[in-house]
């Protein structure tokens, strides 16, 4: 079946980097969209990066573009979220996601 298991959250200060990753697993993931979505509290769920695993193709929000580099490493089935300049309106529960598949997700908060 789908699995999909984020790892790489945690607590930076303003202005640091992290990287999520996401393992995916139960599908041909080299030819499928992948997408990171992001939930903070009282907030609704929103997408911040997705990428076409078979041709590269990536896409941001406004809210991270230039900060958020979203990739792929086909070999590793895995997805990555490099996140930089982070602040602390970043500070959310990160999820990866597939069609209508998610991750159990990882927390990130940017605070000093």
């Known amino acids: 079946q789908v699995q999909l298991v984020e790892s790489g959250g945690g607590l930076v200060q303003p202005g640091g980097s992290l990287r999520l990753s996401c393992a995916a697993s139960?599908?041909?993931?080299?030819?499928?969209?992948m997408k990171w979505y992001r939930q903070a509290p009282g907030k609704e769920r929103e997408m911040v990066a997705d990428?076409?695993?078979?041709?590269?193709?990536?896409g941001y929000a406004d809210s991270v573009k230039g900060r958020f580099t979203i990739s792929s490493d086909n070999p590793k089935n895995t997805v990555y979220l490099q996140m930089n300049s982070l602040k602390p309106e970043d500070t959310a529960v990160y999820y990866c996601?597939?069609?209508?598949?998610w991750g159990q997700g990882t927390q990130v908060t940017v605070s000093s």
């Open positions: 996601n597939f069609l209508n598949y």
């Open positions: 139960g599908f041909a993931f080299r030819w499928q969209y």
């Open positions: 990428i076409s695993v078979g041709t590269g193709i990536t």
